[in-house]
């Protein structure tokens, strides 16, 4: 059967984590009731990641892959992974398998009448100071935004290909993925998933760039806002 839903895997240096990932992936696909296949953005890893993504790939058909020049950042990763989905939904899970791809399955009931999909992590295995620095990060985000979103940084996500492609992207957009979809007109859901330790490799994360970073984004986001082209069509002929 044609695969539904493409579940793009962010990577950068992570070869600790990726025969974990390669197995949790397989079993995914091999359970799970959606046609589903999995693609692979290496943003510029330095480590063996992209020989072991390409090694995964070739042992397995369901699973595709596509290496940047350089590392580009989250958002960019993303972006390119959304610019080669071609089946009707994308999903999004990090490589770091702190949420399961097996709670796809509770996203996908909802992705015919919302337009994201999105995980609210609940019981957190994270350090305080993670935990503290999400929580105020999520509550000046809401203050800027308004969109109504309790876990933005959420890495398990579902979202129509055709919304996501239209996304204005920029540093720092993957933050604001329920905004900008509300933006254009679409509804956002969010399901409560599970979340898991970090059992291998280093977090790409610290207070700048999980604090002080996105509250800088909010600025682009704002600018971006108040400028944002939206039109619809009455007639035409």
């Known amino acids: 059967m044609d695969p539904t839903l493409t579940v793009i895997v962010p990577v950068f240096d992570e070869e600790d984590n990726l025969e974990r990932v390669g197995r949790e992936l397989t079993a995914y696909l091999d359970r799970t009731s959606t046609p589903a296949q999995i693609l ?38 993303l972006k390119a992974g959304f610019d080669h989905v071609e089946t009707r939904w994308a999903g999004y899970i990090d490589s770091d398998l702190q949420t399961s791809p097996d709670d796809f399955d509770l996203l996908m009931p909802f992705a015919a009448e919302y337009e994201l999909v999105t995980g609210v992590r609940v019981k957190r295995k994270d350090t305080l100071v993670k935990k503290l620095s999400s929580r105020i990060a999520n509550a000046i985000r809401r203050s800027f935004t308004h969109d109504g979103a309790s876990d933005t940084g959420c890495p398990l996500k579902v979202i129509r290909a055709d919304v996501a492609r239209r996304i204005p992207f920029f540093k720092g957009m993957h933050r604001f993925l329920p905004a900008l979809v509300q933006l254009d007109g679409g509804k956002v859901k969010e399901v409560p998933v599970r979340h898991f330790p970090r059992v291998a490799g280093e977090s790409k994360y610290h207070l700048w760039n999980r604090l002080l970073g996105p509250t800088a984004d909010l600025f682009a986001y704002r600018w971006m806002r108040s400028r944002y082209i939206r039109y619809e069509i009455a007639k035409k002929g």
């Open 40 to 77: 692979f953005v290496n943003d510029g890893s330095r480590d063996r990641s992209g020989q072991m993504i390409e090694a995964l790939c070739a042992a397995d058909p369901r699973f595709h892959f596509v290496h940047l020049a350089r590392n580009s950042g989250l958002s960019a990763a």
